[in-house]
């Protein structure tokens, strides 16, 4: 992502996490959380959560499709999330 995310440090979060939610919220942009520092988590609108496990689970059962359809021993689950993870990059 080349934009530039508001970031909150966790002291500063736990001073203001409603206004930080409610800035989340309205802006629909995520705000990322930093420990001395460095990244550590994120905040994010509920709605761009949902999306996105909707969006894993469905590249989940494709992968699982296409794997299903070929000959041959069947593949770890392990490796077909590990493949799903590297094709959203």
Do not use: C
Not at 58 to 82: F, H, S, Y
């Amino acid at each position: 992502m080349a934009e530039q995310l508001p970031s909150e440090s966790i002291r500063d979060l736990r001073d203001h996490l409603s206004e930080v939610i409610d800035r989340v919220n309205s802006t629909e942009s995520p705000t990322v959380i930093t420990r001395r520092g460095k990244e550590v988590g994120a905040i994010i609108p509920i709605e761009a959560l949902r999306q996105f496990l909707q969006w894993e689970e469905e590249q989940l059962n494709r992968i699982v499709d296409e794997r299903m359809a070929e000959p041959g021993p069947g593949v770890p689950l392990e490796d077909v999330i590990a493949e799903t993870l590297a094709r959203s990059e």
